[in-house]
């Protein structure tokens, strides 16, 4: 499932539906993937928020790269897509931050199905409105599934057993899928971003016809709590709140969207990012390098605790992050080639030498999730699950525990680049003139370390002469973000650091990252080019998992299988969001458990916080 949440733990449980209405149906106000929600229908607000909290203030924050649309459809297929703009949207439910895979409803007040799972039906609230006063109405839904999965390889993937959007009433509508049994596909057809389809089909301020395929600078119509007030091309957005949103006294919405303007301002270097936030010309910064939370956070204004610097934990989610070559490339073919990178990696002095020992290597697909993981050796349901795929998997599968390599000594790394030549020279290479080449055509082993952030450059760098020691040419390149985007979508590349978030509760995304159908999508997720019958064959137990137990043991079983393909060459993890602010900001007493920091949505702009902070620059 691709919300990042968390488990609903330790409280009060509630069945999962409002009413059974008149014609029979069970009409829930909030879904859970484990049928039971902390809500009750007549809930007022969210426990983790405060209600009196004060409206107003300007916050501003960080933006990495650049932008020239804002056309969500075509995010990751068309140009840069500037990230705000989803703000102004609203989908059918909404997450709470302090359940598992638990949402309530939104634009939907209410949501049925039947107990297999075969369809389901929204029934949208009478008082949603697009900001021009327009109604919100079972046609826009139905336009914006269309509009995504024709031209968003992402969620054409997500979406691709939602056989069709249908109008059954003036405020319903109903998805049908293509089998029953997928209990995840009534949940996540409620995440869907509801579009204007007037709009959309509309023209603009020159008489021009609007296209939904295609990449756009005008502001678009939404029905959010914000909307673009204003913005310079690939520099700034900055969002207001609406005030007469027609959802601002809604349960879901008591105590957040309490600033009156959210403000991006876009870096294509994060060094620079970080100067304009000492300047305090940014409020906020959420810090993911190492380096720089070691060393660039040592000025006044945080020794008078003017900026404050505070990690919050990471609950809500896994991730594999990875060195990942392109399996489209003949020369990555070879498991044994793929292991033998893994090997040249020498993780524990890259974590020593410009991490300051922050980080833990990932051994996991989903890496921080702790009952997802596989551990130890495959037992009991997960056991019985990969016996399914005996003989379509590495036999390392059933007997050993997988693991890095482990470096950090010149003696260890010499082991490791010694079995990684063995390696190669099993898949079919070998040395020559001290150069790695294909003994059987003699063409030389070479890879490009491509990335788009200048801070993965000095790690590719310090990985650059561990290949080269095995007879590898190696050339880094570091690429503007649209660039990069376009060689991903052509897959045009032989390495790349490419990450994917996990969450809780894994279902339908999984056929994205590893399935056999999106290895080929421009602008899927399937970076690595996985095709693979076992691997789609898991995903299959993951997605149709029963209860809980079914699906952490098929969980952990693609875990596994997925390690042992040896597809990428896993690189670290930190339990934990670094994040810097100046002291404007109020936030609740207590924090939802998997929301993270919560900011900007449920914290607030203080004005005596403020004032005892200084005037901003």
Do not use: C
């Not at 050796?377 to 997988?402: H, M, N």
Request: glycine share 8%; charged share 25%; proline share 6%.
């Amino acid at each position: 499932m691709a919300p990042v949440l968390g488990f609903n733990s330790g409280v009060a449980i509630t069945p999962a539906f409002a009413d059974d209405g008149p014609d029979g149906l069970k009409w829930r106000h909030g879904l859970s993937l484990f049928g039971t929600v902390k809500y009750p229908a007549d809930f007022k607000r969210f426990d983790y928020v405060n209600p009196d909290a004060p409206k107003g203030g300007t916050v501003r924050q960080i933006a990495i790269g650049t932008f020239d649309n804002f056309n969500v459809v075509v995010s990751g297929v068309k140009g840069s897509v500037a990230g705000a703009v989803a703000l102004i949207y609203e989908s059918l439910t909404t997450p709470a931050l302090d359940e598992v895979s638990t949402e309530y409803g939104s634009l939907a007040e209410a949501a049925s199905y039947p107990d297999d799972f075969s369809y389901v039906i929204y029934r949208l609230r009478p008082q949603a409105k697009w900001h021009d006063g327009t109604p919100v109405t079972p046609d826009d839904v139905i336009f914006s599934l269309d509009a995504f999965k024709k031209h968003h390889p992402m969620f054409s993937a997500y979406y691709s057993h939602v056989v069709r959007a249908e109008k059954i009433g003036d405020r319903e509508v109903k998805f049908v899928f293509d089998m029953p049994g997928n209990r995840e596909l009534p949940q996540i057809v409620g995440q869907l971003t509801i579009l204007p389809k007037h709009w959309w089909e509309g023209t603009d301020s020159q008489g021009r016809k609007r296209d939904v395929s295609a990449t756009t600078l005008e502001k678009p119509l939404g029905s959010g709590a914000y909307r673009i007030k204003d913005f310079v091309a690939g520099r700034t957005v900055v969002l207001e709140r609406v005030k007469d949103h027609w959802a601002r006294d809604l349960a879901i919405n008591v105590g957040r969207n309490n600033f009156d303007e959210l403000r991006y301002e876009y870096f294509r270097d994060p060094t620079v990012a970080i100067e304009a936030f000492k300047g305090d010309q940014i409020d906020w910064r959420t810090e993911n390098s190492a380096k720089a939370w070691a060393t660039a956070y040592q000025f006044p204004a945080v020794t008078d605790k003017r900026v404050v610097l505070e990690e919050f934990p990471n609950r809500s989610s896994g991730i594999m992050q990875a060195f990942a070559p392109n399996l489209r490339r003949a020369k990555f073919a070879d498991p044994r080639v793929r292991r033998a990178l893994n090997y040249a990696f020498d993780f524990e002095e890259v974590n020593k030498q410009l991490f300051f020992g922050q980080y833990k290597r990932i051994t996991s697909f989903f890496d921080g999730a702790e009952e997802l993981m596989a551990t130890g050796l495959p037992q009991d349901k997960e056991l019985g699950i990969l016996e399914t795929v005996r003989g379509q998997v590495p036999a390392e599968v059933f007997t050993t525990v997988y693991t890095n390599p482990v470096g950090g000594n010149p003696e260890a790394v010499r082991g490791n680049l010694r079995e990684a030549s063995r390696l190669l020279k099993e898949a079919g290479y070998e040395v020559r003139d001290r150069k790695l080449v294909d003994s059987r055509t003699g063409e030389p082993f070479a890879i490009e370390l491509l990335s788009e952030d200048p801070n993965f450059e000095r790690v590719m760098l310090a990985y650059k002469p561990s290949l080269e020691r095995l007879g590898m040419s190696i050339s880094v390149r570091t690429i503007d973000p649209i660039q990069y985007e376009n060689r991903l979508r052509d897959w045009d590349f032989d390495i790349v650091v490419a990450s994917w978030p996990e969450s809780l509760s894994p279902g339908n995304e999984q056929r994205e990252f590893w399935g056999a159908k999106s290895a080929d999508a421009p602008g899927s997720r399937n970076i690595v080019g996985i095709k693979n019958p076992a691997i789609d064959k898991l995903i299959e137990r993951v997605i149709f998992a029963k209860d809980r137990e079914d699906l952490v043991a098929a969980t952990k079983a693609l875990d596994r299988v997925l390690l042992w393909n040896h597809y990428v060459v896993p690189q670290w993890n930190y339990p934990k969001v670094r994040t810097a602010r100046w002291d404007r900001f109020g936030r609740p007493a207590e924090l939802p458990r998997y929301g993270l920091s919560g900011f900007p949505a449920i914290w607030w702009y203080d004005a005596e916080k403020a004032a005892n902070t200084g005037k901003r620059s």
